[in-house]
């Protein structure tokens, strides 16, 4: 088995969480704890981006000092393990974690040695929301196309880096699929991007600019490292990279796969502005950058700065976190973005879990305690049925789609395992077998053990294969089906039915 290493995008902090990262973090989660499941060493990285102008800003408004307002938000991100069920390994904070630091000043400082890196005067137009300088015919009628608003026109002289430099090399890396972008669809976007022809990027802010926030520029007190060079730094930063720490070759220098999961929104920042940096230092790149589209309400990405976030701790605290983790992983497509309302949410929840899965589980297990006392009998060799042949192919079908991060392919398969079974209910009719049983037919009783044993056999397969998607409902499910074990526990609801006043 290999080594893998995987990250989301770390967010700003200039508000609370919203449900469009939740579903980054949720499908991230996904993917470690599915590597988990299959034997790899995994490590799994998330945190928050502290040290941007628009945080310092937001400060401002609430009337905060800005460490005190990131260090209360920053929490607020880190509290989602919890509620939404995420089991990430480390937790880095760009602002407060002494290895950032470190890593930051690293890194400038090898592409400086390279011959990267020069000062000009500039002026352009900048984003505060994308943290980000645009060119006019970028924008669109004269706005963001991301946050909707004017760019602001800055002048000032900054520390630049020569992207330009690696413009073939990245190009050749991207081609070649050494540098893997799914879908295929943002691999063209970025190759597409360096067709244009790639421009030198500051990578410097004044320290006047940025508030006095933000890490400072090796040896130019007067200027504090650009947010996204510092941000993009925490993949390794959080390794101990900053002071060649084990972790970083452990993780980094010799993993497998080196596995970077964002939004559309930011692709250019890690499929080109971040391996050229690695090019620069002579690091190696990631191996794979997944590319996620949004989440919608009404057709309009989910934003803090647009007014329309949603939060994900109170859907999980109303609904439960497997209504949350299901939906984001059964409904939202792995290309097109995905429009939230909770009647959706509610809608899957019923017809998957409580219907579906819930409905499979209590009635089985109920049929074990009603004619065979509670005891599971022994499983005959498989027979040739749709049912196991959704059984078998299911290990594998996951496998693949989740090599594409194709969670609705993944979970599909999965559940057709369901959709199976109580098809296998009703065309067995275990009431009518158990009935001739009980007046002497002996062939039939056989039957009758021998489909129950094959429906805990399939539900077993399904809590099992389950587990990456929902850890808790799985762990639920395997419980109430023994675990292995002879004997069965009383039945009790799985999914309780989601009540919604008003």
């Not at 299911?394 to 194709?406: G, I, K, L, S, T």
Request: proline letters at 6%; one cysteine or more; a negative charge.
């Amino acid at each position: 088995m290999s080594r893998r290493y995987i990250t989301t995008a770390i967010p700003y902090v200039n508000s609370k969480p919203h449900l469009g990262f939740a579903m980054e973090l949720v499908q991230t989660d996904v993917m470690a704890r599915h590597w988990r499941h299959r034997g790899h060493e995994v490590r799994f990285l998330t945190g928050t981006d502290d040290n941007s102008l628009k945080n310092a800003i937001a400060a401002e408004a609430e009337g905060l000092p800005t460490k005190d307002f990131v260090d209360r938000n920053a929490a607020a991100f880190e509290a989602l393990r919890e509620p939404l069920q995420i089991s990430f390994d480390d937790f880095i904070r760009t602002s407060a974690d002494p290895r950032h630091r470190a890593g930051v000043d690293r890194l400038w400082q090898a592409a400086d040695a390279r011959g990267d890196l020069y000062r000009k005067d500039f002026q352009g137009l900048y984003c505060v929301g994308c943290e980000q300088f645009y060119a006019e015919a970028e924008l669109a009628d004269g706005n963001c196309p991301e946050h909707f608003t004017p760019p602001v026109l800055v002048s000032e002289e900054n520390w630049f880096f020569k992207l330009s430099r690696y413009e073939d090399e990245l190009r050749e890396l991207i081609e070649s699929g050494t540098l893997r972008i799914e879908p295929e669809s943002r691999r063209n976007e970025v190759l597409g991007f360096l067709k244009t022809g790639l421009q030198d990027f500051s990578i410097s802010r004044s320290t006047e600019r940025a508030r006095g926030w933000g890490i400072e520029v090796p040896g130019d007190p007067g200027q504090v490292v650009y947010v996204w060079w510092d941000a993009l730094g925490n993949y390794v930063t959080a390794l101990d990279y900053g002071t060649d720490g084990e972790n970083y070759r452990h993780w980094w220098a010799e993993s497998a796969e080196r596995t970077h999961v964002i939004g559309k929104g930011i692709i250019r920042f890690h499929a080109v502005y971040w391996p050229a940096m690695l090019l620069s230092a002579g690091q190696p790149l990631p191996t794979t950058i997944f590319v996620h589209d949004y989440l919608t309400v009404e057709g309009r990405k989910l934003g803090k700065s647009l007014g329309n976030a949603i939060d994900p701790v109170a859907i999980a605290d109303e609904f439960g976190a497997d209504a949350l983790r299901w939906w984001l992983v059964r409904d939202v497509p792995r290309v097109g973005d995905a429009d939230y309302t909770t009647e959706r949410l509610i809608g899957r929840y019923h017809e998957d879990l409580a219907n579906g899965l819930g409905n499979l589980v209590n009635r089985t297990v109920s049929m074990v305690h009603k004619y065979r006392g509670g005891t599971v009998p022994p499983l005959p060799p498989l027979p040739e049925l749709p049912l196991t042949d959704a059984i078998a192919a299911a290990p594998e079908a996951v496998d693949e789609a989740m090599a594409r991060f194709d969670f609705r392919t993944a979970t599909a398969a999965v559940w057709k395992i369901v959709e199976e079974a109580n098809r296998y209910v009703v065309e067995v009719e275990p009431w009518t077998l158990a009935k001739a049983e009980k007046s002497g037919d002996t062939e039939a009783g056989q039957r009758l053990s021998d489909a129950l044993a094959l429906l805990i056999h399939a539900a077993r397969v399904v809590a099992d294969e389950l587990t990456p998607f929902l850890p808790g409902a799985a762990a639920r499910v395997l419980a109430q089906l023994g675990a292995g074990e002879d004997r069965l526990g009383a039945p009790r609801p799985l999914f309780p039915r989601i009540e919604v006043s008003g």
